[in-house]
């Protein structure tokens, strides 16, 4: 099934494609108009303005609460009618330390607030508390995409894997553009990374 979407696209890789080279865009006015600095790093709200950003050329319901349930593979993400408690606790959750900040990003994954781009938004999220908290940031091109959906699918049971993988990532280059956008790359999505294994084939 192709999501609806204000495109009119009806083939589920034309809208894949579309929705990659947009939200690059977007993510690319993002970091350059200095509209991130401006956000509430750690909150749902700040995760919600960076959605509705992304995909607001693309999708209705951009920055707003999914209300379907969803799963990848056997992993269902956080029902419905528990969504709003989640995202009001992890509002709350610490973020002081780079542990701490982990552990909030693998609890947002769980929530997967929106019906689609939680990937992108998160990551974004995630090095927007970085940023504010430790003065740093991911560099994606150091993360390995199989490595990181594995170890993001096994995060809700133990998050050491994640926490590794990501931990000797960190950069100080927080102003880097080709550090920032490396982590919108929609292959370290679930769904984008076959597509982009299949675009490989292709080629």
């Given at each position: ?50 959605h ?36 009001e ?7 002081s ?31 927007l ?62 769904e ?12």
């Open positions: 099934m192709v999501l609806e979407n204000k495109l009119g696209i009806t083939e589920s890789a034309e809208l894949a494609r579309e929705e990659e080279r947009i939200s690059k865009k977007k993510a690319l006015e993002l970091f350059e108009q200095g509209i991130l600095d401006s956000l509430d790093a750690g909150t749902f709200e700040a995760l919600s303005e960076i509705k950003y992304l995909f607001d050329e693309i999708y209705y319901f951009a920055g707003e609460i999914r209300n379907v349930n969803i799963a990848k593979g056997n992993f269902r993400f956080a029902p419905v009618m528990y969504l709003n408690q989640a995202l606790h992890i509002d709350k959750m610490p973020q330390t780079f542990e701490e900040i982990i552990e909030k990003y693998v609890e947002m994954n769980v929530a997967h607030p929106f019906r689609e781009g939680n990937g992108r938004s998160t990551r974004i999220w995630l090095d508390i970085f940023k504010k908290e430790l003065g740093k940031v991911v560099d994606w091109s150091k993360v390995d995409k199989e490595d990181y959906l594995l170890a993001m699918e096994r995060s809700p049971i133990k998050n050491v894997e994640i926490r590794e993988l990501l931990k000797q990532a960190l950069t100080p280059d927080i102003n880097d553009r080709e550090v920032y956008m490396k982590g919108i790359d929609a292959s370290y999505n679930y984008g990374y076959f597509l982009y294994k299949l675009n490989e084939l292709e080629i």
